[in-house]
């Protein structure tokens, strides 16, 4: 099962406790001191379904004591949906029979304006795989745009080496997310048909890249349903212990992505319910109680709601996954998933408000970039 | 004024300076920055907002009548960034103070005291009251001092930790041997630490998160002020010595006085 996956990653070792473990056990994991994956391996098994509450109410406390009552705001901007990609699971891979089109420099301009009046001051800036129309110096460009407009420009788009990523960081550039999908090795070459993305070390390996090219913060995550979400779980957390030995300036986030519905009809072949998503969260705010636990628009305003604050300590709002969307005001078509959550910026953060929680849009200077 | 704290030119009666992050609202944070009485608050620069009142904690605390800003230097990784995050903290607030933080690792936020040393010395030779975050160090605390930093805020536990003074025995030395304003920074949960770091000789003691993630701040804010107050007050009072055992007669040494004095 484990045969291709990194040493330093393989959850292989912890799989039988994550199975097997009883109610004794998970209480002693909830009362760890510094949890290890051994504690993550209990809170992910089924024994700890009957603990639910418990491990609410312990997220709840750590999510303040190291975020406050503060909820950090970001907002997604797809550049393009152009793409070489092969995964089966994606509304915007190569064999999707979908118009596709890229941001040119006067619509970029506009979206990026459109963003910046609506309050938000963290951008992502999004592509699909590496293609002639969305490739390198397109990203730069655009990441060059964003930092005159935003302090904090992160972006989400194909991995790249160590000196574009430095290039990027030069120009402003300041985070990228880049999830795995899974660290099963079988599954992720099931799942990534054909492209660059078949490179499954090479993908592992971009944080670490993005690391040493200057970024500050990177992002990582799985995509749930596509494998086995304890394995994943574990490889993931795994991962982002070996890199922060290394990296121990960086900050690490963490994405919990489910599989939404998308042209191309796939259906998850482990599907995770809103139940065990709460729980996988939970777990890793236990775990890694001093990371930022991000939730996207993806799930529904009832899941975002319990879950803000609850473990989770950054979110995106108001977002589109078309490419641009925030200059015109037309209904979403065609995105890269459906959004489930589309409240405006203002009904949102009232929501928040109603919950003791206050968004935060600004939350980082551009006095701290490296080139500043 | 009396038993005022000295810190840089300024002179301050409250010896409670408090944090503004963390809080659910501008508003619930002025409440306990009131409730505090707290005279001296610090705001990360990266919460200055210029562009958007409702997300900016600088506007808000500066309408205060007799609030001094302590604008501080968090989301540095180095030197370099405290230095300018601190030039331009004063140039958007007008402020002398900078609390120069440099914690490198964005989740323990253990402060580094090789760029905290190297920024400390830039920005006094700028004419700033430089207020640096340590370790509970009492040599890197002199080393500060020398520099000519205006106080030295070591840490009682990590930031927000809530551990409490987990780092009483270095503080005590740092009080020892300290001639500038010796300020508790971080760590602290409840007010009666806040009493014990004063009692043990800090000159004041800076809390956040301790009031922010209370179930209400400013009621919080308002006990860690009487806590300040009393822990000062029994600091001047001269508080009794410890004894391992109770001190009853001497009978190990009364046969000393029946002795006869010696003779010339």
Known sequence: MSKGIPEQIDPGPWLELARAATERDVLRALAAESPTVSDLAVLLSP????????????????????????????????????????????????????????????????????????????????????????????????????????????????????????????AGCVGMSLYQETFDPVIYRQAHRW?????????????????????????????????????????????????????????????????????????????????????????????????????????????????????????????????????????CRNGQFAVNDDRGTAAFCEMLKVRGLEPVFKNWDAVYRSTA | MRDPLRLGTGTFQSRLLLGTGKFSSPAAMLKAVRASGAQLVTVALRRFNREQASDDLFGPLSSIAGLTLVPNTSGALNAREAIRAAQLGRELSGSPYTKLEIHPNPHHLMPDPIETFEAARVLVAEGFAVLPYIMADPVLAKRLEDLGCAAVMPLAAGIGTGKGLTTRDLLGLIVRNSRVPVIVDAGLRSPSEAAAAMELGCDAVLVNSAVAAAEDPASMAGAFKLAVRAGRSARLAGIMPVSECAVATSPLTSFLSACNPAQP
């Open chain 1, 47 to 170: 024994a700890a379904d009957s603990a639910m509450e418990s491990m609410a109410q312990r997220a709840l406390h750590l999510t303040r004591r190291h975020f406050g009552r503060t909820i950090s705001l970001y907002i997604p901007l797809y550049l393009s949906d152009y793409c070489s990609g092969g995964c089966v699971y994606c509304g915007f891979a190569a064999d999707r029979r979908i118009p596709r089109s890229r941001l040119d420099r006067g619509h970029a301009i506009g979206e990026m304006d459109s963003i910046k009046a609506m309050g938000f001051d963290e951008i992502l800036l999004l592509t699909g795989e590496r293609t002639k129309q969305a490739g390198f110096p397109f990203v730069l460009e655009n990441v060059r745009l964003a930092a005159e407009r935003f302090n904090l420009v992160a972006i989400e788009t194909f991995p790249m080496t160590a000196d574009e990523y430095r290039a990027l960081s030069d």
């Open chain 1, 195 to 331: 492209g660059p993305k078949q490179d499954y070390a090479g993908r592992i390996d971009a944080p670490r890249r993005a690391l040493e090219g200057g970024m500050r913060q990177v992002g990582l995550g799985v995509l749930l349903g596509l494998a086995d979400p304890v394995f994943d779980a574990l490889a993931l957390f795994r991962h982002i212990e070996h890199l922060r030995k290394s990296f121990w300036r960086s900050g690490f986030s963490v994405s919990f992505p489910r599989i939404r519905p998308q042209a191309g009809g796939y259906a998850p072949s482990h599907p995770v319910d809103e139940r065990l998503l709460a729980r996988i969260i939970w777990a890793f705010r236990i775990c890694l109680p001093d990371a930022h636990l991000v939730l996207s628009t993806r799930e529904s305003p009832a899941f975002r709601d319990g879950m803000a604050g609850v473990g989770i300590s950054k979110m995106s709002a108001a977002s589109r996954t078309t490419v641009g969307g925030y200059a015109e005001s037309e209904a």
